[in-house]
C-alpha cells in the first residue's frame, strides 16, 4: 500500500500572533503561526474584515514568533524560533506575495528539546538584537545590523547559557539607545537536585536576570539578578530610553513581572511595585485558587503607554504606570473586558484588538474606548504600603471586580477556527447533496458546537423576488462604458423580453430600444455609449440618442447562439453559418463580407473579452452539433479561417473563453481559457494557445447532471466563470491560483454579474420563477460552517442506524454540573451568604464557567438533529459523574432492540487516572430516538473510554480490561473477560468475531472471540509502543491509526496468521502459543507511517465523491482534515515519489525544518507521499517547473494535471 | 584501556555532559536519569503545540496555564534526591 497524503482544511488553531508593517506600507498586518503553517492577515481599517494575504505550510513545527524593526527603518521582519535548530529572519515580499528566508543560521539539533533554543524569542525595541532562548540553559543572541547596501545583517550567536536554569520567559527591555538588555525568569535546581531533605526545593528562588549585551565588546554579560515572586509566570517588556528630540523619557524602563494573583513593576535599582490581579466576586469561585496571567500586550500612544494584560479566564485587565521621568510613582490596575481567552493579543495603531483564541473562533475586536472614565474600580500600588511591597512574600488582600459585556471593544470580525475537532463523522445526510458533509465536534467549554463542513462557497443573499413568467436567461448592462453600476436587468422569455430598471427600485421600463416581442439571446454595451441586443431574428444596436440600427437575417432563417464584446458581435444562424460584426472607428456595426459555412448546427460560440488597448480579440470558439469544438480566426489578416479543432466525447451546450491568472501555468500574465461545457455535465477546461491558437492541455471536470451553462463574471475585481449545472460552480483566481469550487445555493438556470450601489460585485441568477441577486463573500474558504452550540466540550459522538440523530457526550474537567452548582449556591444562600446573581447568570459561552478543582465534571448526553441543525433533547449527568464513550447496541437478547449505552465515572481524576466508579448506563431509545429512558445503571471499576457492539452484545474497554457484557434485568451481565493490556483501551472496532483494540500507550491489539469456549484471546500486536487518539479498520487485516504525536500509520496482520487464527475452533492453539517481546504471539507489520503534524483525533474510511475511491479522512486537534489515498498504480507512486523528491530539493522548509525529517519526526516516513509539498510545485517559478518536469519526462501540464486529479477524483476539492 | 586513552575519554565525556545536560553515563543514578527523563519529556510538551492543547483539553485549564504548571514541574519532577548511604 502507498499512500497520498493531502490537507483539505489546513490547522486554524492560532499558537502565536504578530502585528507589524511587514510589507513596508503603512498599513499594519499580522503574521499568525498555526503551528505549522504561517498566515499572513491583513485588517481592513475602513470595514474591520480581516483577509488572508497568503497562507504557507512550513513543514515544521513554529514555537515563537517576534516582529522587529531595524533602527529607521519602515519595514518590519519577522523572526521564528521553531523545531528546526535554526534561527529564521522572514521577510514578507508584497510584489510576489511570499515569505523570503533572509536568513537562516543554524545553532543546535532538530526537535523540540530542552537544551536546543527556539522556545522562547525577545527582541530589543530598537531592532539592534534578538535573544533566542530554550528551555533550559541556552540563551542566544544575535546582534542585527544593516551593510552598506541597507540589507539586514545578523552576527554569528553570543552565548549567554546559565547552567541548570529552567527559564520561564524572555523578553527586550527598552532602554532606548543604550546597551541592548533582555531580562529572563529563570530558576535554578541544581541545589534542589542535591539536596535530600527537599528544603533546598522550598526555598528555590525565581530569578529575574537581566543580560546586557555589549556592543562595543561584543559580548552578553550578566548584569544583575534578584530574585521574586517563586510564582512569576510572563514578563511583560515597559517602555523606556529617552527620545532623540527632548530630555523626556518614553517610560520608566524596566518589566512587568506577572505571577500568581500580583501583577510586580520591577527595575534594577528601582523601587518595585506590586498589585493584585483582580478577581470576579464569583460565589462558586474558590478563593484559594490563583489567578495567572496567560497573555499580555504593550501599547504605545503619543507621549503615553497602557498595557492590555490577560488571566486565564478571559478577563482584560489594563495595566497602567504613573511616572515621573524614569521614578514609578504608582502600578495601577483595572478590569478592562472580558474576550475568549488568548494565545496572543494584538493591538494594532488603528485602533483594533485581534485575539488570537487558543481554542475556538478567532476575533478582532474594535476599541470604543480605553476605559478611561468609567466607574470600574482600579488599584494603585499606591494603596498598599511600600507600594505593595510590604512583605513580598505574602499576597496582598484579593481585589474584585464585577465582569461585564463588551463595554470598550465590540466585535470586527470573527475568523472561523475548528479548534479542536475532537471528533467527527463523515456522512451524506443532508438533502439535495451528492457528496458527504463532515460533521466535526469542536471547541471547548461553553464555546464548543457541533460544526456541519459543506464544500462549497457560502453565497449570501440579497434579494430574491419572484417573476411573472418563467425566464430563459438574464443579462445586467451598463448603459455607457463609464457607468460605474448597471441600469439594466433585461429577461428573456419564450416569447418576449423584459426590461428592467436599476435605481432606487427595480421596475420594468419601456422605451430602452430594446424589442420586447422577441426572446433575446445576447445583450451587449458595445463601444462608448450604445447598447446591443441580439434576438432570433436580427441585432438591434441603440445608439446613445435612442435610434436604433437593426440588421436583419435573410429570410427563413434564425440566429440560433450569438457571442459579443465591446468591439464585436458574432452570431451564428440557423442554416449553420457564422456571421461576424466588428465595430470600426465611426461606431458603426460593421459585417463582415464573407460568411463562414460550419456545415455543422453551431451549438455554442463565444468570444474573450477585447484585450485593454486592442482592437479585437483575434480567437473565436465554435461548438458544433458534430462534437467539435474550433478556434477561428478573428484576425483581419485571416478573418474566418479555422485555426484549430478538438473533438469531445459529447455535443458541446456552452463554450466560454475567458482570461484568468492561474501562477501554475503564467505567473505574470492571464491565461486564455476556453472552458467547454458539453451537454452530459462534463467541463472541459483548456489552454489557448495566444500565439498559434492551438489548444492544450485539457482538464476534464464532472459538474453535474444537467447541460453546462457558462456564464463570464466579475468576482472582486477579478474574471471569473459561473458554470451551471444540476449543481452551481464557480471557477476564480485566489491568491493566484486558480479555484474550481461548487457554490452552496439553489440552482440556478441561467446567471450573469450584477453591479449596483448596494451590490458592486454581486452575480444575478435565475431559478425558475425566482430572480435572485447574490454575492460570494468568502473565496477561498472552500468549506462552509454551520454550528450548532453546544454546553461543555464535546468528547464523542455516534449515528444511529435508524434515524438520523446524532448521540453527543459533553464533559468539563475542573467545572461544577448545573445539580452541584444550585445545591452550592442554596447552601451559600442559607447561610445568608449574599449571592450576586448577575455574575451568576452570567453567559457563559463569554465568560466561561467558574474553576472548580480537579476531579470536579459536568457533563450531558445531547441529541442533536444536523438536518434542523437543533438539539432535540439534552441529559444531563449529576453526581459528578462524567460520559466518556458510547455506543448504539442491538441486544440480542431483547430480540436486536437498540440501546444507547453511555460510559461514565464519577469523580474522575485524570493523572493517575482514578474514579470512585465508573458505570455503564443502558438507555432505551423512545420517541423514535428523540429521547432516551434509562433502563439500569452497571457499576464498573474504572473509567470505560470505549464501547462497541459487537455480535448482539457490548464489548467495553474498562481502563485496562477488555469486557463482554449481554443485557440482564438489572444490570449488564459481564460475559468474558482480557485483562493483558497495558495502560487503558481508547479504540475499539471489530470485523466478524475480530476485535482491534487501541491502547492508549501500547499500540494497536488484534482480539478474537471464540464462542465455544467463551474466550477473549489477543493473538496479535505492535512491536511498537503508540499512544493511540484514533483508530478504524481498513480491511479485515489492516488497520489504520493516528497517535497523540501527530503520527498516522497503517499496521497489517500477515494474512496466515489471520487464516489459522479463524481456523482455530476453541482458540487453544493461540492460548498455549509463546509471546514474542512480552507481548502477543504475533507481530503486525508497519505498512505506511507519516507524521502529519497535527494530534490524529478521529479517522474514517469514506469515500468522498460519488462513486469515488475510498479513502482514509482524518481529523486534527488543531482544525486540520486530511486524507491519505490509495494510489492505483506503480507508475503512479513511482512517478509522485519522483516528484516529490525534487520537490524535497526545490522547496526548502521556511523554518529550515527538512521536510523529510519532519515527515518521520519519530518513525521514519514509510509509503506516504506529502502532497501538500507536491502541490507547491504550482507555485515554483517556471523554469524550475519546467527543469523538474523535464527529469520527469512530462510537461509542466501533464504534472499539474495529474497532481490535480489526485486531488479531485478523491476529495472532489 | 591505557590511562591516557581513559583520561582524554573522561575529558572529552565531561565536555559533553557540561554541553548537553541530561546526556547519561555509566554512574548515572536511577533518580538522575528519571529525572532527566521528566524534564525533557516536559520541555518537549511544552515545545508541541499540539499536546499542550491536548493537555489543556482533557484538564480544563487554559494553555497558558497547562505551560506554566510543566515548567514549573521541571524543577523538581520527581520528588527530592534519594539520600546518599555514603554520608
Given at each position: 500500500m502507498?499512500?497520498?497524503n493531502?490537507t483539505?482544511?489546513?490547522?486554524?488553531?492560532?499558537?502565536?500572533?504578530?502585528?507589524?508593517?511587514f510589507s513596508?506600507?503603512?498599513?499594519?498586518?499580522i503574521?499568525?503561526?498555526h503551528?505549522t503553517?504561517?498566515?499572513?492577515?491583513?485588517?481592513?481599517?475602513?470595514?474591520?474584515?480581516?483577509?488572508?494575504?497568503?497562507?504557507?505550510?512550513?513543514?515544521?513545527?513554529?514555537?515563537?514568533l517576534?516582529?522587529?524593526?531595524?533602527?529607521?527603518?519602515?519595514k518590519?521582519?519577522?523572526?521564528?524560533?521553531?523545531?528546526?535548530?535554526?534561527?529564521?529572519?522572514?521577510?514578507?515580499?508584497?510584489?510576489?506575495?511570499?515569505f523570503?528566508?533572509?536568513?537562516?543560521?543554524?545553532?543546535?539539533?532538530?526537535?523540540?528539546r530542552?537544551?536546543?533554543?527556539?522556545?522562547?524569542?525577545?527582541?530589543?525595541?530598537?531592532?539592534?538584537?534578538?535573544?533566542?532562548?530554550?528551555?533550559?540553559?541556552?540563551?542566544?543572541?544575535?546582534?542585527?545590523?544593516?551593510?552598506?547596501?541597507?540589507?539586514l545583517?545578523?552576527?554569528?550567536?553570543?552565548?549567554?547559557?546559565?547552567?541548570?536554569?529552567?527559564?520561564?520567559?524572555?523578553?527586550?527591555l527598552?532602554?532606548?539607545?543604550?546597551?541592548?538588555?533582555?531580562a529572563?525568569?529563570?530558576?535554578?535546581?541544581?541545589?534542589?537536585?542535591?539536596?535530600?531533605?527537599?528544603?533546598?526545593?522550598?526555598n528555590?528562588?525565581?530569578?529575574?536576570?537581566?543580560?546586557?549585551?555589549?556592543?562595543?565588546?561584543?559580548?552578553?554579560?550578566?548584569?544583575?539578578?534578584?530574585?521574586t515572586?517563586?510564582?512569576?509566570?510572563?514578563?511583560?517588556?515597559?517602555?523606556g530610553?529617552?527620545?532623540?528630540?527632548?530630555?523626556?523619557?518614553?517610560g520608566?524602563?524596566?518589566?512587568?513581572?506577572?505571577?500568581?494573583?500580583?501583577?510586580?513593576y520591577?527595575?534594577?535599582?528601582?523601587?518595585?511595585?506590586?498589585v493584585?490581579i483582580?478577581?470576579?466576586?464569583?460565589?462558586?469561585?474558590?478563593?484559594?485558587?490563583?489567578?495567572?496571567?496567560?497573555?499580555?500586550?504593550?501599547?504605545?500612544?503619543?507621549?503615553?503607554?497602557?498595557?492590555?494584560?490577560?488571566?486565564?479566564?478571559?478577563?482584560?485587565?489594563?495595566?497602567t504606570?504613573?511616572?515621573?521621568?524614569e521614578?514609578?510613582?504608582?502600578?495601577?490596575?483595572?478590569?478592562?473586558?472580558t474576550?475568549?481567552?488568548?494565545?496572543?493579543?494584538?493591538?494594532?495603531?488603528?485602533?483594533?484588538?485581534?485575539?488570537?483564541?487558543?481554542?475556538?473562533?478567532?476575533?478582532?475586536?474594535?476599541?470604543?474606548?480605553?476605559?478611561?472614565?468609567?466607574?470600574?474600580?482600579?488599584?494603585?500600588?499606591?494603596?498598599?504600603?511600600?507600594?505593595g511591597?510590604?512583605?513580598?512574600?505574602?499576597?496582598?488582600?484579593?481585589?474584585?471586580?464585577?465582569?461585564?459585556p463588551?463595554?470598550?471593544l465590540?466585535?470586527?470580525?470573527?475568523?472561523?477556527?475548528?479548534?479542536?475537532?475532537?471528533?467527527?463523522?463523515?456522512?451524506?445526510?443532508?438533502p439535495?447533496?451528492d457528496?458527504?458533509?463532515?460533521?466535526?465536534?469542536?471547541?471547548?467549554?461553553?464555546?464548543?458546537?457541533?460544526?456541519?463542513?459543506?464544500?462549497?462557497?457560502e453565497?449570501?443573499?440579497?434579494?430574491?423576488?419572484?417573476?411573472?413568467?418563467?425566464?430563459?436567461a438574464?443579462?445586467?448592462?451598463?448603459?455607457?462604458?463609464?457607468?460605474?453600476?448597471?441600469?439594466?436587468?433585461?429577461?428573456?422569455?419564450?416569447?418576449g423580453?423584459?426590461?428592467l430598471s436599476?435605481?432606487?427600485?427595480?421596475?420594468?421600463?419601456?422605451?430602452?430600444?430594446?424589442?420586447?416581442?422577441?426572446?433575446?439571446?445576447?445583450?451587449?454595451?458595445?463601444?462608448?455609449?450604445a447598447?446591443?441586443?441580439?434576438?432570433p431574428?436580427?441585432?438591434?444596436?441603440?445608439?446613445?440618442?435612442?435610434?436604433?440600427?437593426?440588421?436583419?437575417?435573410?429570410?427563413?432563417?434564425?440566429?440560433?447562439?450569438?457571442?459579443?464584446?465591446?468591439?464585436?458581435?458574432?452570431?451564428?444562424?440557423?442554416?449553420?453559418e457564422?456571421?461576424?460584426?466588428?465595430?470600426?472607428?465611426?461606431?458603426?456595426?460593421?459585417?463582415?463580407?464573407?460568411?463562414?459555412?460550419m456545415?455543422?448546427?453551431?451549438?455554442?460560440?463565444?468570444?474573450?473579452?477585447?484585450p485593454?488597448?486592442?482592437?479585437?480579440?483575434?480567437?473565436?470558439?465554435?461548438?458544433?452539433?458534430?462534437?467539435?469544438?474550433?478556434?477561428?480566426?478573428l484576425?483581419?489578416?485571416?478573418?474566418?479561417?479555422t485555426?484549430?479543432?478538438q473533438?469531445?466525447?459529447?455535443?458541446?451546450?456552452?463554450?466560454?473563453?475567458?482570461?484568468?491568472?492561474?501562477?501554475?501555468?503564467?505567473?505574470?500574465?492571464p491565461?486564455m481559457?476556453?472552458?467547454?461545457?458539453?451537454?452530459?455535465g462534463?467541463?472541459?477546461?483548456?489552454?489557448l494557445?495566444?500565439?498559434?491558437?492551438?489548444?492544450?492541455d485539457?482538464?476534464?471536470?464532472?459538474?453535474?447532471?444537467?447541460?453546462?451553462?457558462?456564464?463570464?463574471?466579475?468576482?472582486?475585481?477579478?474574471p471569473?466563470?459561473?458554470?451551471?449545472?444540476?449543481?452551481?460552480?464557480?471557477?476564480?483566481?485566489?491568491q493566484?491560483?486558480?479555484?474550481?469550487t461548487?457554490l452552496?445555493?439553489?440552482?440556478?438556470?441561467?446567471?450573469w454579474?450584477?453591479?449596483?450601489?448596494?451590490?458592486?460585485?454581486?452575480?444575478?441568477?435565475?431559478?425558475?420563477?425566482?430572480?435572485?441577486?447574490?454575492?460570494?463573500?468568502?473565496?477561498?474558504t472552500?468549506?462552509?460552517?454551520?454550528?450548532?452550540?453546544l454546553?461543555?466540550?464535546?468528547?464523542?459522538?455516534?449515528?444511529?442506524?435508524?434515524?438520523?440523530?446524532?448521540?453527543?457526550?459533553?464533559?468539563?474537567?475542573?467545572?461544577?454540573?448545573?445539580?452541584?452548582?444550585?445545591k452550592k449556591?442554596?447552601?451559600?444562600?442559607?447561610?445568608?451568604?449574599?449571592?450576586?446573581n448577575e455574575?451568576?447568570?452570567?453567559?457563559?459561552?463569554?465568560?466561561?464557567?467558574?474553576?472548580?478543582?480537579?476531579g470536579?465534571?459536568?457533563?450531558?448526553?445531547?441529541?442533536?438533529?444536523?438536518?434542523?441543525?437543533?438539539?432535540?433533547?439534552?441529559?444531563?449527568l449529576?453526581?459528578?459523574?462524567?460520559?466518556?464513550?458510547?455506543?448504539?447496541?442491538p441486544?440480542?437478547?431483547?430480540?436486536?432492540?437498540?440501546?444507547?449505552?453511555?460510559?461514565?465515572?464519577?469523580?474522575?481524576?485524570?493523572?493517575?487516572?482514578?474514579?470512585?466508579?465508573?458505570?455503564?448506563?443502558?438507555?432505551?431509545?423512545i420517541?423514535?430516538?428523540?429521547?432516551?429512558?434509562?433502563?439500569?445503571?452497571?457499576?464498573?471499576?474504572?473509567?470505560p473510554?470505549?464501547?462497541?457492539?459487537?455480535?448482539?452484545?457490548?464489548?467495553?474497554?474498562?481502563?485496562?480490561?477488555?469486557?463482554?457484557?449481554?443485557?440482564?434485568?438489572k444490570?449488564?451481565?459481564?460475559?468474558v473477560?482480557?485483562?493483558?493490556?497495558?495502560?487503558a483501551?481508547?479504540?475499539?472496532?471489530?470485523?466478524?468475531?475480530?476485535?482491534?483494540?487501541?491502547?492508549?500507550?501500547?499500540?494497536?491489539?488484534?482480539a478474537?472471540?471464540?464462542?465455544?469456549?467463551?474466550r477473549?484471546?489477543v493473538?496479535?500486536?505492535?512491536?511498537?509502543?503508540?499512544?493511540?487518539?484514533?483508530?478504524?479498520?481498513?480491511?479485515?487485516?489492516?488497520?489504520?491509526?493516528?497517535?497523540r504525536?501527530?503520527?498516522?500509520?497503517?499496521?497489517?496482520?500477515?494474512?496466515?496468521?489471520?487464516?489459522?487464527?479463524?481456523?482455530?475452533p476453541?482458540?487453544?492453539?493461540i492460548?498455549?502459543?509463546?509471546?514474542?517481546?512480552?507481548?502477543?504471539?504475533?507481530?503486525?507489520?508497519?505498512?505506511?507511517h507519516?507524521?502529519?503534524?497535527?494530534?490524529?483525533?478521529?479517522?474514517?474510511?469514506?469515500?468522498?465523491?460519488?462513486?469515488?475511491?475510498?479513502?482514509l479522512?482524518?481529523?486534527g486537534?488543531?482544525?486540520?482534515?486530511?486524507?491519505l489515498?490509495?494510489?492505483?498504480?506503480?507508475?503512479?507512486?513511482?512517478?509522485?515519489?519522483?516528484?516529490?523528491?525534487?520537490?524535497?530539493?526545490?522547496?526548502?522548509?521556511?523554518v529550515?525544518?527538512?521536510?523529510?525529517?519532519?515527515?518521520?519526526?519519530?518513525?521514519?516516513?514509510?509509503?506516504?507521499?506529502?502532497?501538500?509539498?507536491?502541490?507547491?510545485?504550482?507555485?515554483?517559478?517556471?523554469?524550475?517547473?519546467?527543469?523538474?518536469?523535464?527529469?520527469?519526462?512530462?510537461?509542466?501540464?501533464?504534472?499539474?494535471?495529474?497532481?490535480?486529479q489526485?486531488?479531485?477524483?478523491?476529495?472532489?476539492? | 584501556?591505557?590511562?591516557?586513552?581513559?583520561?582524554?575519554?573522561?575529558?572529552?565525556?565531561?565536555?559533553?555532559?557540561?554541553?548537553?545536560?541530561?546526556?547519561?553515563?555509566?554512574?548515572?543514578?536511577?533518580?538522575?536519569?528519571?529525572?532527566?527523563?521528566?524534564?525533557?519529556?516536559?520541555?518537549?510538551?511544552?515545545?508541541?503545540?499540539?499536546?499542550?492543547?491536548?493537555?489543556?483539553?482533557?484538564?480544563?485549564?487554559?494553555?497558558?496555564?497547562?505551560?506554566?504548571?510543566?515548567t514549573?514541574?521541571?524543577?523538581?519532577?520527581?520528588g527530592?534526591?534519594?539520600?546518599?548511604?555514603?554520608?
Open positions: 502507498h499512500l497520498y493531502l483539505l482544511q489546513p490547522p486554524t488553531a492560532t499558537t502565536q500572533a504578530i502585528v507589524g508593517n513596508g506600507a503603512r498599513q499594519q498586518e503574521i499568525v503561526s503551528g503553517r504561517l498566515e499572513l492577515l491583513r485588517p481592513d481599517v475602513q470595514t474591520g474584515k480581516v483577509t488572508t494575504v497568503i497562507a504557507t505550510d512550513v513543514f515544521g513545527s513554529i514555537r515563537s517576534a516582529a522587529f524593526r531595524l533602527t529607521g527603518g519602515t518590519d521582519y519577522a523572526i521564528v524560533g521553531s523545531d528546526s535548530g535554526r534561527i529564521i529572519i522572514l521577510d514578507y515580499d508584497p510584489k510576489t506575495s511570499t523570503v528566508k533572509l536568513h537562516q543560521e543554524t545553532y543546535g539539533k532538530s526537535g523540540a530542552r537544551i536546543v533554543p527556539g522556545q522562547y524569542l525577545a527582541t530589543d525595541p530598537k531592532g539592534r538584537a534578538v535573544m533566542i532562548s530554550a528551555m533550559e540553559k541556552a540563551k542566544l543572541v544575535y546582534i542585527l545590523n544593516r551593510d552598506a547596501a541597507a540589507n545583517t545578523i552576527s554569528s550567536p553570543l552565548e549567554a547559557h546559565k547552567n541548570a536554569a529552567i527559564i520561564h520567559h524572555i523578553v527586550g527598552d532602554v532606548g539607545f543604550e546597551n541592548p538588555m533582555f529572563a525568569l529563570e530558576v535554578d535546581y541544581s541545589e534542589s537536585d542535591q539536596d535530600p531533605t527537599g528544603e533546598a526545593f522550598n528555590a528562588e525565581k530569578m529575574l536576570t537581566y543580560y546586557e549585551l555589549d556592543l562595543g565588546l561584543n559580548h552578553v554579560v550578566r548584569k544583575w539578578s534578584e530574585p515572586d517563586t510564582r512569576a509566570n510572563l514578563l511583560v517588556q515597559v517602555p530610553g529617552q527620545l532623540a528630540s527632548s530630555d523626556r523619557f518614553d520608566p524602563s524596566g518589566v512587568l513581572v506577572c505571577c500568581e494573583d500580583h501583577i510586580i520591577r527595575h534594577m535599582d528601582a523601587r518595585q511595585h506590586r493584585p483582580p478577581r470576579r466576586k464569583h460565589p462558586l469561585e474558590d478563593p484559594n485558587r490563583g489567578l495567572i496571567i496567560t497573555a499580555a500586550v504593550m501599547h504605545k500612544m503619543k507621549g503615553a503607554f497602557f498595557f492590555l494584560l490577560q488571566s486565564e479566564d478571559g478577563d482584560l485587565y489594563k495595566v504606570i504613573e511616572h515621573e521621568e521614578e514609578v510613582k504608582s502600578l495601577k490596575i483595572k478590569y478592562f473586558d474576550v475568549p481567552v488568548a494565545s496572543s493579543l494584538c493591538i494594532l495603531k488603528s485602533g483594533f484588538l485581534f485575539v488570537a483564541s487558543e481554542f475556538g473562533n478567532h476575533y478582532l475586536y474594535q476599541f470604543q474606548k480605553l476605559g478611561d472614565d468609567d466607574s470600574e474600580p482600579e488599584f494603585s500600588s499606591t494603596d498598599y504600603p511600600s507600594y511591597m510590604d512583605d513580598p512574600s505574602t499576597p496582598l488582600p484579593h481585589a474584585f471586580f464585577r465582569p461585564h463588551l463595554d470598550n465590540v466585535v470586527a470580525d470573527e475568523l472561523e477556527s475548528l479548534d479542536p475537532i475532537l471528533d467527527s463523522k463523515v456522512l451524506n445526510l443532508l439535495n447533496s457528496t458527504p458533509q463532515i460533521f466535526t465536534a469542536c471547541g471547548r467549554g461553553a464555546r464548543s458546537t457541533l460544526r456541519t463542513l459543506r464544500h462549497g462557497l453565497v449570501e443573499e440579497s434579494v430574491s423576488s419572484d417573476l411573472p413568467g418563467i425566464p430563459n438574464v443579462w445586467t448592462t451598463k448603459r455607457t462604458e463609464d457607468d460605474p453600476f448597471d441600469s439594466y436587468i433585461i429577461l428573456s422569455f419564450v416569447n423580453t423584459l426590461v436599476i435605481g432606487e427600485t427595480i421596475e420594468e421600463v419601456q422605451d430602452t430600444g430594446f424589442l420586447s416581442s422577441a426572446p433575446t439571446l445576447a445583450v451587449q454595451q458595445i463601444g462608448a455609449d447598447l446591443l441586443q441580439v434576438h431574428h436580427g441585432i438591434r444596436h441603440v445608439l446613445a440618442d435612442r435610434r436604433v440600427n437593426e440588421w436583419r437575417v435573410p429570410q427563413g432563417k434564425t440566429i440560433v447562439s450569438a457571442t459579443t464584446n465591446k468591439r464585436q458581435v458574432v452570431v451564428a444562424l440557423s442554416s449553420a457564422l456571421v461576424y460584426f466588428e465595430l470600426d472607428l465611426d461606431g458603426q456595426l460593421n459585417e463582415y463580407q464573407d460568411r463562414k459555412a456545415g455543422s448546427t453551431v451549438l455554442a460560440l463565444s468570444i474573450a473579452e477585447v485593454e488597448g486592442r482592437q479585437r480579440t483575434p480567437y473565436l470558439a465554435v461548438g458544433c452539433e458534430d462534437q467539435t469544438v474550433r478556434i477561428i480566426s484576425d483581419p489578416e485571416s478573418t474566418l479561417e485555426i484549430s479543432l473533438a469531445l466525447t459529447a455535443p458541446p451546450s456552452a463554450i466560454c473563453i475567458a482570461d484568468m491568472l492561474d501562477a501554475s501555468i503564467n505567473k505574470s500574465q491565461t481559457f476556453v472552458n467547454i461545457g458539453l451537454q452530459n462534463v467541463l472541459l477546461r483548456t489552454v494557445d495566444p500565439i498559434n491558437g492551438q489548444l492544450t485539457t482538464r476534464t471536470r464532472f459538474l453535474g447532471t444537467r447541460p453546462i451553462k457558462l456564464v463570464r463574471v466579475q468576482i472582486q475585481r477579478n471569473a466563470i459561473l458554470a451551471l449545472s444540476s449543481r452551481s460552480w464557480l471557477n476564480y483566481t485566489h493566484n491560483l486558480m479555484h474550481f461548487p452552496i445555493y439553489d440552482n440556478l438556470d441561467y446567471a454579474s450584477f453591479s449596483a450601489e448596494l451590490s458592486p460585485e454581486g452575480l444575478i441568477g435565475i431559478a425558475g420563477s425566482v430572480l435572485r441577486i447574490f454575492q460570494v463573500p468568502k473565496l477561498g472552500k468549506l462552509k460552517q454551520d454550528s450548532i452550540p454546553s461543555y466540550t464535546p468528547r464523542k459522538f455516534i449515528t444511529h442506524p435508524g434515524n438520523s440523530y446524532f448521540y453527543l457526550i459533553e464533559g468539563d474537567h475542573r467545572v461544577m454540573g448545573e445539580d452541584a452548582a444550585t449556591l442554596n447552601e451559600l444562600r442559607r447561610q445568608g451568604k449574599n449571592i450576586d455574575v451568576v447568570n452570567l453567559p457563559p459561552e463569554a465568560f466561561g464557567r467558574p474553576k472548580a478543582p480537579a470536579t465534571w459536568a457533563s450531558c448526553i445531547r441529541i442533536i438533529d444536523p438536518i434542523e441543525a437543533k438539539t432535540v433533547s439534552v441529559i444531563p449529576e453526581g459528578n459523574e462524567s460520559a466518556f464513550s458510547l455506543a448504539v447496541v441486544f440480542s437478547a431483547h430480540g436486536g432492540e437498540l440501546h444507547l449505552v453511555v460510559g461514565t465515572a464519577a469523580d474522575t481524576f485524570i493523572s493517575p487516572r482514578s474514579c470512585t466508579s465508573g458505570y455503564l448506563r443502558t438507555y432505551k431509545f420517541d423514535d430516538g428523540a429521547g432516551l429512558e434509562l433502563l439500569h445503571k452497571t457499576e464498573v471499576d474504572d473509567v473510554l470505549a464501547l462497541m457492539a459487537f455480535q448482539g452484545r457490548l464489548v467495553a474497554g474498562v481502563g485496562k480490561a477488555l469486557r463482554i457484557y449481554d443485557i440482564g434485568k444490570k449488564l451481565l459481564r460475559k473477560e482480557n485483562k493483558t493490556f497495558a495502560s483501551i481508547v479504540t475499539l472496532s471489530t470485523q466478524g468475531s475480530r476485535i482491534i483494540v487501541g491502547d492508549m500507550q501500547e499500540s494497536i491489539a488484534y478474537v472471540y471464540k464462542p465455544p469456549e467463551n477473549l484471546l493473538f496479535a500486536d505492535d512491536s511498537q509502543p503508540r499512544w493511540i487518539t484514533a483508530s478504524t479498520m481498513v480491511d479485515y487485516n489492516t488497520v489504520a491509526a493516528g497517535d504525536f501527530g503520527n498516522v500509520f497503517v499496521n497489517r496482520l500477515d494474512s496466515k496468521i489471520s487464516d489459522q487464527v479463524d481456523d482455530d476453541t482458540g487453544a492453539g492460548l498455549h502459543e509463546k509471546g514474542i517481546l512480552m507481548g502477543a504471539p504475533h507481530k503486525t507489520k508497519l505498512l505506511c507519516f507524521h502529519v503534524g497535527d494530534l490524529v483525533t478521529s479517522i474514517h474510511k469514506v469515500s468522498m465523491v460519488a462513486g469515488g475511491r475510498e479513502v479522512l482524518y481529523t486537534l488543531h482544525g486540520t482534515i486530511g486524507i489515498v490509495p494510489f492505483v498504480s506503480k507508475e503512479d507512486v513511482d512517478f509522485i515519489s519522483t516528484l516529490e523528491q525534487h520537490m524535497r530539493t526545490e522547496q526548502s522548509s521556511l529550515g525544518r527538512d521536510q523529510l525529517s519532519w515527515r518521520g519526526y519519530y518513525v521514519p516516513v514509510k509509503a506516504v507521499v506529502d502532497g501538500d509539498l507536491c502541490e507547491t510545485y504550482a507555485r515554483l517559478p517556471g523554469s524550475k517547473q519546467s527543469a523538474i518536469a523535464g527529469e520527469l519526462d512530462r510537461t509542466v501540464g501533464e504534472v499539474l494535471k495529474k497532481l490535480e489526485l486531488r479531485v477524483t478523491t476529495s472532489g476539492f | 584501556m591505557s590511562s591516557e586513552l581513559r583520561y582524554t575519554a573522561n575529558t572529552q565525556l565531561e565536555h559533553l555532559h557540561a554541553r548537553y545536560t541530561g546526556t547519561g553515563h555509566a554512574d548515572l543514578s536511577k533518580y538522575d536519569w528519571l529525572t532527566h527523563q521528566h524534564r525533557d519529556t516536559l520541555a518537549s510538551i511544552v515545545g508541541h503545540p499540539t499536546l499542550t492543547s491536548y493537555l489543556a483539553i482533557a484538564d480544563g485549564e487554559a494553555i497558558g496555564r497547562v505551560k506554566f504548571e510543566m514549573e514541574r521541571m524543577l523538581q519532577p520527581c527530592p534526591p534519594p539520600r546518599k548511604d555514603d554520608d
